[in-house]
């Protein structure tokens, strides 16, 4: 079945500093990837998708994310990071054995310092 | 617009106890629906999903059941609460983009 691996749990980086986030896909054909954010104790909203075309996919609050064939990667990056940026972030792939449903990484938390 | 409502947000509930977890979607019809357990340090688990009126799918053997009474509406419940089944539960609905909107989750403490 599709699975994704976010190889980081915890990453700091300072406000203002670049980000990526890593995640690595499992699966044979081209995969549906997902990023979504969740601050605590809230739902998961999303960032961005990629299904097919440009392998370079924008978001919201400025992030954006490359799919790499080659690499299995799907990794999130943004050029500057905030302080409203601190958040638990979840790259997932679509399940087509389970109604569709997405298989979520393990996630990575985002801690933001001054 | 499409929207999604879970309630209760928050449930505290001794051991033994039953439990009812009650999601709505609203703005879209025949959308495929889901219940996921988030644990802490351990992501999301799928827990049930549903393509249809009372077509229900487990995906982990648990104490937990599903059910779909109404096309938009999705119910996660227990007979007996254990402790292992506290956690952060979301639900989810797909209206057919294959893109998955989530609700504003239930936290369950168990007892």
């Known amino acids: 079945a599709q699975s994704v691996t976010q190889p980081d749990i915890h990453i700091t980086v300072s406000e203002g500093a670049s980000l990526e986030l890593r995640c690595n896909y499992s699966?044979?054909?081209?995969?549906?990837l997902f990023w979504y954010v969740q601050s605590p104790g809230q739902g998961l909203q999303l960032l961005l998708k990629?299904?097919?075309?440009?392998?370079l996919v924008q978001g919201i609050k400025g992030f954006e994310a490359e799919f790499k064939r080659s690499q299995s990667s799907f990794n999130l990056r943004k050029p500057s990071v905030h302080w409203s940026d601190a958040a638990e972030y979840f790259c997932?792939?679509?399940?087509?054995?389970?109604?569709?449903?997405?298989?979520f990484g393990k996630g990575t938390s985002l801690l933001v310092t001054p | 617009s499409q929207t999604i409502h879970q309630w209760p947000a928050t449930l505290v509930q001794p051991v033994g106890s039953p439990l009812s977890l009650e999601c709505t979607v609203e703005?879209?019809?025949?959308?495929?629906l889901y219940w996921y357990r988030q644990a802490a340090g351990r992501g999301l688990q799928l827990l049930f999903y549903?393509?249809?009126?009372?077509?229900i799918s487990s995906e982990v053997p648990q104490n937990l059941s599903a059910s779909r009474p109404q096309d938009r509406q999705f119910i996660l419940s227990s007979k007996k609460l254990l402790l292992s089944d506290s956690g952060f539960y979301l639900c989810?609905?797909?209206?057919?983009?294959?893109?998955?909107?989530f609700g504003a989750g239930s936290r369950l403490t168990v007892l």
């Open positions: 990629y299904f097919s075309g440009d392998t």
């Open positions: 549903s393509v249809g009126i009372g077509q």
């Open positions: 989810a609905f797909d209206p057919g983009a294959n893109v998955l909107t």
């Open positions: 699966y044979g054909a081209t995969p549906y």
């Open positions: 997932a792939v679509v399940n087509s054995n389970s109604g569709y449903a997405l298989n």
């Open positions: 703005g879209t019809s025949n959308p495929n």
